[in-house]
């Protein structure tokens, strides 16, 4: 079977079997799943351990319905990317959309999904994102946030704690996990 297909099938037996999306982890950082684990790093800016878990987020079919008809607004942009992990604690609220982003509000973050580089015009750090097949971000500071852009396939996301809720490590470790859910047509 072809992954797109794949992707399709095990979505549509997720939303039988259990009522809700999950998406599978195929992202920007690597093409296995990765198991809910505690996650032990290094931040290069200090040697201190940070100790912290992932979780899976359980998007509901109606949620997923919203995600899709937010993308579907823009000509062109219709390809679904959704975040699919979370900070243990965090939950997901809602997805927006504005300008020519479609933005995940949680309760400690947000992920904006757009078709342009928003850290273009910042001066700003460029880092490898943990966990993955060498995916340069670009932490820089708006109005006083830090926020982290990367290239994800032919977008660009962004993602950012507002009132710093979580810490630039927290926010790379799950920044690699968005991922691109292509719908397969019969």
Do not use: C
């Not at 604690?89 to 342009?116: C, E, H, L, Q």
């Not at 993602?159 to 810490?167: K, V």
Request: no cysteine; aromatic share 12%.
């Amino acid at each position: 079977m072809r992954y797109p297909q794949w992707i399709a099938a095990s979505l549509a037996a997720g939303v039988l079997l259990t009522g809700t999306v999950s998406t599978p982890t195929v992202s920007a950082a690597s093409t296995t799943s990765k198991p809910t684990a505690a996650v032990t790093t290094s931040s290069a800016s200090s040697s201190q351990k940070m100790n912290f878990s992932l979780s899976d987020i359980p998007y509901t079919a109606a949620q997923y319905k919203q995600i899709v008809k937010a993308f579907a607004a823009f000509d062109g942009f219709e390809t679904p990317y959704v975040p699919s992990r979370m900070i243990t604690g965090d939950a997901f609220k809602k997805v927006g959309v504005g300008g020519d982003s479609v933005t995940f509000i949680f309760k400690y973050m947000r992920v904006s999904v757009s078709p342009r580089d928003d850290s273009y015009s910042y001066k700003g750090t460029v880092v490898t994102l943990p966990n993955s097949n060498n995916v340069k971000g670009k932490w820089y500071k708006v109005n006083g946030t830090d926020m982290l852009t990367f290239p994800l396939k032919d977008r660009f996301v962004t993602i950012y704690a507002p009132g710093h809720s979580l810490s630039k490590t927290k926010l790379e470790h799950v920044a690699v996990d968005v991922t691109r859910y292509a719908p397969q047509a019969d």
